[in-house]
Structures are given as C-alpha cells and as structure tokens.
C-alpha cells in the first residue's frame, strides 16, 4: 500500500505560477513511475507530466516548456511547477504512482487538489 499527499493547488491570475507536491508513504522504496493527471469538469482525465525512477520524463504538448516535473527520492515525494499558467489548466490535478513490476505494477492515486487559474 502507497498512500499519497498532495498539496500546493490554489487560485492563481493567468501567468502565474504554482508548485504542486506530492508526498507517497508505505510501500514507497517499490515506486518506479510518478505522474501527475488532470481532470477538469466534463473532462477526461489527461496525463500532465510523468517521470520514471531513472529520471526520464514526459509531457503532453499543452503543458510542454511551462511546467517541470522533478522527484525527491530520497523524500519520495514528487513536484510539478507549473509556469506561465493559462485558464484552460484549470482542473483538479492528481498525483498517480505506479509500483515495479517486482511489486506488482499497483497504481494508486491522490485524493486531488484544485488548480484554478483566473482571466
């Protein structure tokens, strides 16, 4: 079992910027991946940015060069800085771990934390 903190959402202008943290606890040493998802209302949910345990990360084109994903190994606890932010960012945003294949692969999410971003 993982169990997920995440903090740091808020309402901010548009250009502005926010740090979302995520920390995972219990069965945290078997994390390979760290994401971040977002869910805006009558939306899918879509990946923000991920980063593996080797430091690899990946973004989707409407986020790419304005937000950062980085991870604490140590703190097992995962950041995204989230720049230049537009209107359309707004959702709630969730931190996703998934565990090794030698472990099990198990997903498991955060509770969410709202990003809203004002016009």
């Known amino acids: 079992q993982v169990q997920l903190v995440e903090s740091g959402g808020g309402l901010v202008q548009t250009g502005g910027s926010l740090r979302l943290s995520c920390a995972a606890s219990g069965s945290s040493r078997s994390i390979n991946t760290m994401a971040w998802y977002r869910q805006a209302p009558g939306q899918q949910r879509e990946l923000v940015a991920a980063i593996t345990s080797g430091g690899s990360t990946n973004y989707p084109d409407s986020v790419k060069g304005r937000f950062n994903i980085s991870r604490d190994a140590a703190k097992n606890t995962v950041h995204l800085q989230m720049n230049s932010l537009k209107p359309e960012d707004t959702a709630v945003y969730f931190c996703?771990?998934?565990?090794?294949?030698?472990?099990?692969?198990?997903?498991?999410w955060g509770q969410g934390t709202q990003v809203t971003v004002s016009s």
């Open positions: 996703k771990v998934a565990l090794a294949r030698w472990a099990g692969g198990y997903e498991y």
